[in-house]
């Protein structure tokens, strides 16, 4: 058996909300196995531009373009600059997405509308702006879902109820973009990011966890890129990621 050293060699792949962070990390992987890639950022444009320059390190065409995925204009119009850039899509990783902590009787209706505006609205645009790129190129669409989709968290009736919607959406895609489109999400559960702020409740949620640890970003990035070359027949699955948290 031969192996390939760049697996996604002559794919384009594009990250929505990739300039830090888990968006960063799988465009990132995404040129280290020789993709093409495009991110986009809303407000962090210095750093999607430092991602722009490491990306160009792996030998691939990169790009960033400003985003705002709530926005149907913008958004159209950022898909069809990455695919004239890129000169098409194969692979969208519906990544860009808000969190929030909030007692349930104090989220307020503003709240409750942005976060299905970035979580939900926002894949469904960028995917039905992407449809005609990916139906070319028999591509993929990876959403980033979450265990707060798969397990009520009290504090996030929003955030949660957004990435429920979000495994939804991926499910109903999966079947009305077939057979020319694969779709699938990554739910991950507790991710290590090195936020000092978050260490005490990173090492709580370790104790619960049966794999005893938080998850990294290298075990999220693993996932994606699984779904961005798997066989075009695993479709309409949500993927948890989250060392058995979830069971
Ligand atoms: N980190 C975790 O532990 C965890 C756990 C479960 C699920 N997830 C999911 O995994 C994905 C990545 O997680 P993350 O923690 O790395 O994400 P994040 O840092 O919270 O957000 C990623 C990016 O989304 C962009 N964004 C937010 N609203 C936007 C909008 N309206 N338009 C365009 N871009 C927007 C922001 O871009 P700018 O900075 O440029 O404004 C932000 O940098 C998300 O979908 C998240 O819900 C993460």
């Known amino acids: 058996m031969t192996t390939n050293a760049r697996p996604l060699s002559g794919r384009t792949l594009l990250v929505t909300g990739a300039a830090k962070r888990l968006g960063r990390a799988i465009a990132l992987a995404a040129a280290e196995n020789g993709a093409d890639v495009a991110i ?18 792996h030998d691939v065409q990169a790009l960033a373009v400003r985003c705002d995925v709530t926005d149907e204009k913008n958004v159209q119009e950022m898909v069809k600059e990455v695919a004239s850039e890129l000169g098409g899509i194969d692979v969208l990783v519906n990544n860009a997405a808000n969190y929030d902590t909030v007692e349930f009787e104090k989220i307020t209706l503003a709240q409750w509308d942005a976060m299905f505006a970035s979580n939900t609205r926002g894949p469904f645009l960028v995917s039905r702006a992407a449809l005609p790129y990916l139906r070319k190129r028999r591509g993929r669409i990876v959403n980033m879902g979450s265990l707060g989709g798969l397990r009520p968290w009290a504090t996030h009736a929003h955030y949660c109820s957004s990435k429920a919607a979000v495994h939804m959406l991926t499910k109903v895609m999966a079947k009305a973009l077939a057979p020319r489109i694969a779709v699938n999400a990554v739910a991950p559960g507790m991710i290590e990011l090195g936020e000092k702020s978050a260490a005490a409740f990173m090492k709580k949620m370790s104790k619960q966890t049966p794999m005893q640890r938080a998850g990294t970003a290298a075990d999220i990035v693993a996932a994606v ?3 961005a070359a798997s066989p075009h027949f695993i479709t309409g699955q949500v993927l948890a990621v989250d060392g058995g948290l979830g069971l």
Request: no cysteine; aromatic share 14%; hydrophobic share 50%.
């Open 40 to 57: 986009t950022y809303r407000d962090s444009a210095r750093e999607a531009r430092a991602v722009v320059g490491e990306l160009a390190r």
């Open 225 to 227: 890129m699984f779904f």
